[in-house]
């Protein structure tokens, strides 16, 4: 069992910035694969980015170029830069972790773009 708690969401206004992290209670090292979703009500949870050991890291379109993703080994926490926030980036963001072939989530945090 990998267990996953996300932080760092909230309101921002529009252009502005913030910093999501999922700390995780496995080594980073082993975990294959960290994710960022997000997920609106009403529609699927989706890929923002993602990191793969060995294999690179793939941002959607609409994330690349304003958000950044990263493994910090000091503190073992997997995180989310997100730059010139829209209001359409407004959503509940979940960190993921695939270990030995299973999905792991954490709980969620939302994140509300809006003036």
């Known amino acids: 069992q990998v267990q996953l708690v996300e932080s760092g969401g909230g309101l921002v206004q529009p252009g502005g910035s913030l910093r999501l992290s999922c700390s995780a209670s496995?080594?980073?090292?082993?975990?294959?694969?960290m994710g960022w979703y997000r997920q609106v009500p009403g529609s699927p949870r989706e890929l923002v980015a993602d990191?793969?050991?060995?294999?690179?890291?793939l941002y959607v379109d609409s994330a690349r170029g304003r958000f950044t993703i990263s493994r910090d080994s000091a503190t073992n926490t997997f995180n989310l830069q997100m730059n010139n926030l829209k209001p359409e980036d407004t959503a509940t963001y979940y960190c993921?972790?695939?270990?030995?072939?299973?999905?792991?989530w954490g709980q969620g945090t939302q994140v509300t773009v809006s003036s």
């Open positions: 993921k972790a695939v270990y030995y072939f299973s999905d792991y």
């Open positions: 496995e080594n980073l090292s082993k975990l294959h694969i």
């Open positions: 990191d793969t050991i060995g294999g690179g890291q």
